[in-house]
Each structure stands twice: as structure tokens, then as C-alpha cells.
């Protein structure tokens, strides 16, 4: 059984599907507690690795919760990861062409994607398939 804190908000996809895009402000006040969480788990040393909308969980408040560490991993500084996962649109370009990636990086990656979601309402990346995708 897993217990968390309840986020009555629902999740951030929803937040931007209903509004259509975040205001700036909002969007600010957002992704600051995102990259501020991301920070904290980085210093950890753990990588998230499927940072998107969906997996922003928000309070009635708009408070964050980071959530689905599904796919995180634990990693040493330096470290090159071979694996290949999280969602197509948010991938960095060092996980598609597989040559292998420092991990913190990647989040990094995904939060911006995810800032311009928020501000845009879609992904900057789109394509009918993932070969036309990557």
C-alpha cells in the first residue's frame, strides 16, 4: 500500500488541457516549485528521467508534487547511462541517438519541454510516429 499526500488539483496535463496554456505568472510560480523539487532529488543523486505534464501532481493551492518515479534511477556523478526510457516528446536528444548520457541532464531537458508546454499548450515536438519524432 503506498500512502501519499492528497493532490486535489489533479495533475498538471489536466491543468493545461482546461486552460489551454498557463498564463506566465502561474507558469512561473509552477515551474519554479518543479525545478526546485528536481533540485532536491538531483542532490540525492537520483534522476527522475520522465519528467512531462502528467506527472506533476498539484494541490488545491498549485502546489507541486513530483510524482511516477517509475523509471528514476540512482546514479554516481559522472556516471553513463545506457538505457533508453521516458515519453518520446520529452526525450533529450542524448537518449535517441543512444550513444549513452549523464542523467542529470536529461531532466533538465524534459523541464524544458515542459516549460513550454505550459506556456504553449503542446509540445515543441510532434510527428505522426517516432521515427519522424526522433
Known amino acids: 500500500m503506498i500512502v501519499m499526500e492528497y493532490a486535489g488539483g489533479g495533475d498538471l496535463l489536466r491543468l493545461v488541457k482546461r486552460k489551454g496554456r498557463l498564463e506566465e505568472q502561474d ?7 518543479i525545478a526546485y523539487g ?21 494541490d488545491c493551492e498549485k502546489g507541486v508534487k513530483i510524482c511516477d518515479f517509475g523509471v528514476s534511477k540512482i546514479v554516481k556523478k559522472n556516471q553513463v547511462i545506457q538505457e533508453q526510457c521516458g515519453t518520446p516528446a520529452y526525450l533529450a ?42
Open 27 to 33: 507558469a512561473k510560480f509552477i515551474f519554479k516549485q
Open 38 to 58: 528536481l533540485a532536491h532529488i538531483h542532490c540525492r543523486s537520483v534522476i527522475h528521467r520522465d519528467i512531462k505534464l502528467d506527472n506533476i501532481l498539484l
Open 93 to 134: 536528444p542524448e537518449i535517441i541517438i543512444d550513444k549513452g548520457y549523464e542523467g542529470f541532464f536529461v531532466d533538465i531537458w524534459s523541464l524544458g519541454v515542459l516549460l513550454y508546454a505550459m506556456l504553449c499548450g503542446t509540445v515543441p515536438f510532434k510527428a505522426p510516429n517516432l521515427d519522424e519524432l526522433h
